[in-house]
């Protein structure tokens, strides 16, 4: 695809001609404008208003059938005829422009044919029914996934309420998504014919919500020309300057790039290694952040080299014939082979430098990996259809491999879209952006979280502990992980291992991490307000924030405070909950609440003298178990919550008005408690007191291990116990694990005022 747009509101090439790759060159829009017009269009044969298209369609797909092309032009030339846009070309040259962007790139018939139509519906008496019927229904949701709303209908969200309707028409085919970038590059580069004001609009819009698209999407040849684009827009001062840097490289004698891209000719001839190297300059937008970055620029800033081979292995060769007898900046060296990035992306990344100082970035990849890191799932072809038996090359294995995960994954009934590349058609992502984008409120919520979203353009990959991945934005936290695994369920969550290690659900992970999510299974767990703090996804904020609307006051009815933390426990934390400062050893190995059955005492456990139908919660801020004196109190919903009686909740709840209710223990034995060791620190201690506790039967519901201080370790673990007259027996092989010098219950002491 041609990037030597001229951008019409800054006079002048965006890029000169001899510093960018080789490509198409542009088309004549009024000369294809006049061959629309008067170019014949009689049956079985090709119009010559889209020579150009079939040809670099044929370039990618040789032997693909033409004829719903044609029939698809000669619809769009009648229906469009007579509108023209506003540079003063027939509209037609529109589509047409937009479907030899995605010729260009390598898109199949079927895109193509709903390219060239994708206007029929929104600007001419053309009806998707009508679509349909010709082109089948393919097409017709693909012209129906790029056709906005009408303004008419929904006013000031009409664009919002377009673009998440077009976004969930990209969860069932990304071939949408596809077309809207080709429209909106096309008019950018026709944008200079609108009002200043108009242009700024559209190009926030553009930089803000389609470039990060394009890059999760990794469609390269477009996201690189739009932010050209959208710089040059945005920032004409900073653009004229990257402008003038790059005219002045061009003119040096020296090359530093080209004497670089010799030698590693030579080396790699040498070795016997078939390889291609280019020399691949850098787009405005990347000029700019490097010269921002390293200050006075150098000749090989301006560009990179790529090198093209035939094979994955060739590619680890070229990197060791390099590093053999370059000299490899080691610090540089990144491995998207073995582990692609979010978008498809693989490559392999280093630099080598020579004695006067000048440092050479280089990229490493088969022609396969270069399509894809070019065209992204554009690349994929038709992503949906099944792979033939004579599907073969290096394209098919791909596709035969990503299909064949998505279906052993789906066979196996996991979640689709759980990894970043089990489905190229329905990456993660996306499925985390349209889960979340159920639970916008309104267009507006939807819109400015959609932006937010997206401007995280950095993604991190944290593995699992059963080998599955998770996508997340650089800086998610494990609140972010734990929404991202188990939506809505994430509220039972009660802490989590980053890299084997206790870590709190604060914690920010980094690409690589391995985290394991620790789970409680009581369905009246609550997720705590202070996780609003640490959540960095729009998922997870969305999930935290329905559940406290849901909820209002839930953390102060049942002794907690705001943050989730209850005043007075030992560390600050209410023993049935989770939240950021409460990691959990163990997952608790059933689901039962304290009385055996999910979220709910059985009567034999507490008695409401005066409430015998009301349910009931046993506070987790004490734990109270059977014999303690205990008192109740009325909260939302008809649940009255149990405390201990010297518990500290117990005069703010009173003091706050709550109803007392009168309530005894029943029959049952069974119970749930919150026991605080304190021990001297030494190694495998933790190891010892979790056997200790499984030995007597006890399950570990949560737990938290406070940092050493003055070789003192302090844990507080919230246990479920079969009997409460186990307790004393429980609490005795605990102190008797060496190290340990108390175990008690933990105090309540009056909150601080």
Known sequence: MSAEATNPATPGPVVPAASRRRSRPRIDLRRLGRAALLGPTSRGRLPDAISHVVEAHRAHHPDADLEPL?????????????????????????????TLILAELGAETTTLTASLLHDTVEDTDVTLDQVGEQFGEEVRF???????????????????????????????????MSIKLADRLHNMRTLGVMRPEKQARIANVTHEVLIPLAERLGVQALKTELEDLVFAILHPEEYAHTRDLIADNATRADDPLTEFAEAMRTVLRDAGIQAEVLIRPRHFLSVHRVSRKR???????????????NEDADCYAVLGELHTCMTPVVSEFKDFIAVPKFNLYQSLHTAVARADGQVAEVLIRTHQMHKVAEAGVVALGNPYAQ????????????DRTERGAAESSRAEGGPVGDGERVDPTRPGWLSRLLDWQEGAPDPETFWSTLREDLAQDREITVFRPDGGT????????C???AYAQYGDDAHACMGARVNGRLATLSTVLRDGDTVQLLMGQDPAAEPSSQWLEHAQTPAARIAIQRWLAAHPGTDAESGGSADGAVPGGADGTDGEGGGPGRPATERPASGRSASGEPGARPDTAITVVDRPDAGVRLAGCCTPVPSDEVTGFAVRGGVVTVHRAECAAVARLAK???????????????????????????????????EAIAVEGAEIVSATVEPPSQQRVRHTYTLQLPDAAHLPTLMRAMRNVAGVYDVSRTPHHAPTP
């Open 70 to 98: 044609r029939r698809a032009y000669v619809l769009a030339e009648s229906s469009h005829r007579g509108q023209m846009r506003k540079s003063g070309e027939p509209y037609i040259t529109h589509p047409l422009a937009v």
């Open 387 to 398: 792979p033939t038996e004579d599907q073969g090359g290096e394209a098919g294995r791909t």
């Open 479 to 481: 609140v972010d992980a």
């Open 142 to 176: 693909l012209v129906d996934g790029v056709t906005k709303l009408e303004k008419v209908d929904y006013g000031a969200a009409a664009e919002p309420e377009t673009f998440r309707k077009m976004l969930v028409a990209t969860g069932n085919d990304v071939r949408v």
């Open 295 to 309: 200050g006075r620029m150098r000749g090989c800033d301006f560009g990179r080299l790529l090198v093209l081979v």
């Open 656 to 690: 706050a008005g709550r109803t007392e209710v009168d309530v005894r223990w029943g029959d049952t034995t069974e119970c749930r408690v919150t026991l605080v060791a304190e021990s001297f620190g030494r190694p495998h201690l933790l190891a010892d007191l979790t």
């Open 470 to 477: 998770l996508g997340l934005p650089e800086g998610a936290t």
